[in-house]
């Protein structure tokens, strides 16, 4: 049954996160807001509060996972892209050899080819292009070394 409810969540999950942080707000009735909001948003789900307590409580690091996915920010999605899905080497330069549709490309990290390939995948995994500015901060604190 909690498989079931975690189902169901999953698409909800980003939208009920950011009324859950809304939920610290000083502004009383801008937290009422979210919480009925996200009353609303459960129930068209076909769940509840307590099936959130009931799923973080039996389901606890895959809960924390998808809670952490949830509050990422875009620079840490992208490190983690980086360092999950590309391979690097040093030869005079950084290089990163990624999968590219079964085959095996190298770009130089520094590239415009890399930085193509890593917003692709950000898009793949968040449907979303990150800021300019995030990936301008991703690049100034550098790129994961493999």
């Known amino acids: 049954m909690t498989a079931d409810k975690r189902k169901a969540l999953e698409p909800i999950l980003e939208k009920v996160g950011k ?12 937290v009422a807001n979210a919480a009925a909001k996200m009353n609303d948003v459960l129930r ?3 769940l509840d509060l307590h099936d959130l307590w009931q799923i973080g409580w039996s389901e606890k690091e895959e809960l924390r996972e998808l809670l952490a996915a949830l509050f990422a920010d875009d620079v840490d999605v992208l ?8 391979s690097y080497f040093y030869d005079d330069a950084v290089f990163a050899d990624v999968d590219v549709r079964g085959h095996r490309n190298t770009f130089a990290v520094g590239s415009k080819a890399f930085a193509k390939w890593l917003l692709h995948q950000f898009y793949l995994e968040k449907n979303k292009a990150p800021a300019k500015a995030v990936f301008a901060r991703f690049e ?7």
């Not at 809304?22 to 502004?27: T, V």
């Not at 100034?140 to 493999?146: A, H, L």
């Open 140 to 146: 100034s604190e550098g790129f994961p070394n493999g």
């Open 79 to 86: 490190l983690k892209i980086g360092q999950e899905r590309a």
């Open 19 to 30: 009324l859950f942080a809304m939920l610290s707000s000083d502004n009383r009735d801008e």
């Open 44 to 46: 068209g789900a076909g």
